[in-house]
């Protein structure tokens, strides 16, 4: 029926028309004082033709209506799909959606081509930044005093945000080099806390790292960047607190005493650029290490959530429960 009140919607006008015709030639035949059985006798045939006519243009245009909602929602879309059109009007339509998909087409292309410029140029130049701060780094191993010590933890902030843009721009490709398998979980714990071991003891916070002999199936370097940015956040927002990591079930857990996350920020916390009340007090706060998270938890079939309170603590469980992955 959505159809048929479609249609008659769409040609009302000619309904119009027809009961215009067919009082006039009431009125010509009333005028003329004609047999009322020619009257019946014609408005049949007319009725019955009528009729024919446009049950046979109702059928007609339901199947294109319903051949152009079957395209719709279609990311591969493009115009050889449509339907051919029939009339000038439709030709008129069909050559300004010709012009406006060319349009587009030019403007994605050149779009893409900027972003890949982009994206190689950013690729190359975090390798080439990777150079100087090695050495920067094997210069401060030689000082030992205090400045040199704090100067190594801020290099260190250097090499983490630098990596944290790599992976950025490796989590926007389409060639990400994903190797899931099952593993261990402890050594991937271990190895994240011995990356952040020398900013939890400037920081002065202790850490409690549980044995979780848990194995997964994930892929490990990925799963370690997402634990490593929680832990970074940990320390930064916990000075001289606590830090606990331990899982209960397939969950990971890492909660923490700090200064907690207010209300009207935890909905947007995973947001890309969002940095919250925290992130004004930290100026060095991007905005991108927790949307990394949840992107890079959504490609491993795994899940993240962020409980918090202010002045209480955060608590950040990620879900590690086998994942059902799409074979693209």
């Known amino acids: ?81 449509l339907p051919e059109p029939e009339g000038m009007k439709e030709e008129a339509f069909h050559a300004l959606l010709l012009e406006l998909d060319e349009t587009r087409r030019t403007i994605a292309s050149a779009s893409d081509a900027r972003a890949r410029e982009a994206a190689d140029y950013y690729t190359m130049w975090v390798h080439q930044i990777k150079t100087p701060i090695a050495a920067m780094g094997l210069m401060l191993q030689e000082d030992p005093s205090q400045r040199g010590r704090e100067l190594e933890a801020e290099l260190f902030r ?28 402890d050594p991937i714990l271990r190895q994240a806390v011995r990356r952040y071991a020398p900013l939890f003891i400037r920081g002065k916070v202790s850490l409690e790292l549980r044995e979780t002999e848990l194995r997964v199936l994930t892929d490990e370097k990925w799963l370690q960047l997402v634990v490593e940015q929680v832990l970074s956040n940990a320390v930064k927002y916990t000075p001289g607190g606590r830090v606990t990591v331990w899982t209960e079930g397939n969950w990971l857990m890492v909660e923490d005493n700090g200064v907690g996350i207010a209300p009207e920020d935890l909905p947007r916390i995973f947001d890309r650029g969002f940095t919250g009340c925290n992130g004004r007090m930290d100026k060095r706060a991007t905005g991108i290490g927790l949307y990394l998270c949840r992107q890079i938890c959504r490609r491993l079939g795994h899940t993240i959530a962020v409980d918090s309170e202010p002045g209480r603590g955060t608590r950040v469980t990620i879900g590690l429960a086998r994942p059902y992955l799409e074979v693209e």
């Open 1 to 81: 029926m959505r159809f048929f009140w479609g249609y008659l919607k769409e040609k009302i006008w000619l309904l119009v028309l027809l009961g215009l015709c067919t009082g006039l030639f009431a009125a010509v035949l009333w005028l003329y004082d004609l047999p009322a059985e020619a009257a019946w006798y014609g408005g049949g045939l007319s009725l019955a033709a009528v009729l024919a006519f446009g049950l046979a243009d109702l059928l007609r245009w339901s199947r294109k209506v319903r051949a152009l909602e079957a395209l719709r929602g279609r990311a591969a879309l493009t115009m050889d799909q």
């Open 158 to 185: 250097v090499e983490r945000y630098v990596e944290l843009v790599l992976s950025y721009l490796r989590l926007g490709g389409s060639a990400t080099d994903y190797l899931i398998r099952e593993q261990p979980l």
